[in-house]
């Protein structure tokens, strides 16, 4: 019997607005196999705990991963808006890149320590990160812009900025983790997933062209890169599939997770 997942999601007081994207939890019931969790790029960096363990920071991605999961555990999380993450840690996102390590290992035992109650969460937030600098505000513009301009050239959306290539490309590195380009790939793909929960008439190579794709073809290539499989397959189960295991483990609401 494969276990069930059931996944939540809930938005952030106001003061955490700009930090955080939402807090999240996932619970899988009991069962005799293990819950295989598709993890999709979001250009976001999320702090996790699997049941009472450690917290750990999960970087953000460029591939989809599976997460093997056992049953009857409960996950939560607090996903960064993208941006946000590195400076709320202090690190460069380039280094946790692909990457799931210890919070203890990114931003030492002692401010690690201050996270080990994930009830608390919130409340540990607002107090962390009011001591903390505010994200980056080049790369914060930058984000918004590629994500609402989804077919434009990238060069198009940083000359719109009125700084130079060369300094918004180090600067949203270091803040998001990878480059413009790469954020807009991901950014087309969660709009895609926005439009697939209230889907209009538009004919595929229609919802190519008005996301930013050169065709078809291009699209079909993305969504393999970045949700490992076919637009069609993304398109129907996105509004309804959490986690996706070879079709088996089935989500019981809510859309697709990081």
């Known amino acids: 019997m494969v276990p069930r997942s059931t996944y939540r999601e809930s938005r952030p007081s106001p003061p955490l607005d700009p930090w955080i994207a939402c807090f ?6 009991r069962g005799a196999e293990d819950f295989l969790q598709r993890v999709l790029p979001d250009g976001c960096i999320d702090i996790i705990w699997f049941g009472s363990g450690s917290p750990r920071v999960v970087g953000p991605a460029t591939i989809p991963f ?7 555990t409960t996950i939560t999380g607090v996903r960064f808006r993208p941006g946000a993450g590195a400076a709320a840690l202090n690190v460069a996102a380039t280094e946790l ?8 290992a990114v931003v030492g035992s ?18 962390y990160l009011v001591k903390r600098p505010p994200p980056d505000p080049l790369a914060t513009a930058l984000v918004t812009a590629l994500e609402r301009r989804l077919a ?6 940083v000359a719109a900025a009125g700084i130079s290539d060369r300094h918004a490309r180090r600067r949203f590195r270091h803040a998001v983790g990878y480059g413009l380009k790469t954020f807009q790939r991901i950014a087309r793909l969660a709009g895609l ?7 209009d008439r538009r004919s595929l190579s229609q919802i190519a062209c008005d996301f930013g794709y050169a065709d078809q073809a291009h699209l079909t290539r993305e969504t393999r890169l970045l949700a490992g499989m076919t637009p ?5 189960v996105a509004p309804t599939i959490q986690a996706i295991s070879d079709g088996r483990n089935l989500q019981d609401s809510g859309p697709l997770a990081r």
């Open 232 to 236: 069609a397959k993304f398109i129907r």
């Open 66 to 72: 599976v997460e093997r999961v056992s049953p009857g």
């Open 97 to 104: 890149r692909n990457l799931q390590l210890e919070l203890a």
């Open 24 to 29: 999240w939890s996932q619970t899988i019931a």
């Open 193 to 199: 997933r926005a439009w697939a929960a209230v889907p």
């Open 152 to 157: 434009d050239p990238v060069h198009t959306v």
């Open 110 to 127: 002692a401010t690690a320590r201050q996270f080990e109650a994930p009830e608390l969460l919130e409340r540990t937030l607002r107090n």
